[in-house]
């Protein structure tokens, strides 16, 4: 079945450092969601990448589609210790239940 | 006002028992889903429901029974709980169009003892 994997599972960073997590499909998605999902709290949307090679920014957030539409990846520029969370990528395959299959998540811990 | 909202937010129960966590969404969504968290914050696809029909059934043991009286409300009843069945539950709800985020509830803690 389709898998998606998301590296790394954890990352420490120190505030103002960048951080990228990385998103891999098994197969060639139609859109891909990403979540942040505070400590204690629910999932969040933040955006949605449909086109092949999008690029999206949301201030200090870059998020990337990749050519084949299988892999996509986030970066945080400088981050801040509001960054803290636990950040999901979702694909979206092409039947038409809606169904997301969510990545494994990168904890993100941002060092005052 | 609660978008998604779930009850109750926290459940301790015992091994056998039976519970049910309710879900509301007053987002006028016509799609309403279940996932359920572990530990390790691996969130994984449960039930989906459009329209008070069952669209997604995944590989969930048949003791998790979804119900979905109308279209705001998608129930989980859960018979002969297990110690495996310990996690965060979470609500979710969408309106069915390929490109819908999801809106997800403040979540269920349930823990098995």
């Known amino acids: 079945g389709q898998q998606v994997m998301q590296i790394p599972q954890y990352q420490h960073v120190q505030e103002g450092e960048d951080f990228t997590t990385y998103c891999n499909s098994s197969?060639?998605?139609?859109?891909i969601q990403w979540y942040k999902q505070r400590p204690g709290g629910h999932p969040v949307f933040l955006i949605q990448l449909v086109k092949s090679g999008e690029v999206k920014k949301q201030k200090r957030l870059t998020f990337q589609f990749g050519e084949a539409k299988k892999n996509s990846s986030l970066h945080i520029t400088a981050t801040q210790t509001t960054d803290v969370g636990t950040y999901f990528c979702?694909?979206?395959?092409?039947?038409?239940?809606?169904?997301?299959?969510f990545g494994q998540g990168t904890t993100l811990q941002v060092k005052p | 006002d609660t978008a998604v909202s779930q009850t109750p937010k926290y459940l301790v129960t015992q091994m056998g028992n039976d519970k049910s966590i309710k879900c509301e969404q007053n987002?006028?969504?016509?799609?309403m889903y279940w996932y359920k968290q572990d530990s390790k914050k691996f969130l994984k696809i449960m039930f989906s429901y459009n329209n008070k029909e069952l669209i997604i059934n995944e590989t969930v043991p048949n003791r998790f029974s979804p119900k979905s009286p109308d279209k705001a409300h998608l129930n989980l009843h859960i018979n002969s709980l297990e110690l495996g069945d310990s996690a965060v539950y979470f609500c979710a709800s969408s309106q069915l169009a390929v490109r819908e985020k999801q809106y997800f509830g403040p979540g269920t803690r349930l823990t098995v003892t």
């Open positions: 197969t060639t998605l139609s859109n």
């Open positions: 979702a694909g979206r395959g092409s039947s038409n239940t809606g169904k997301l299959i």
């Open positions: 987002l006028g969504h016509d799609t």
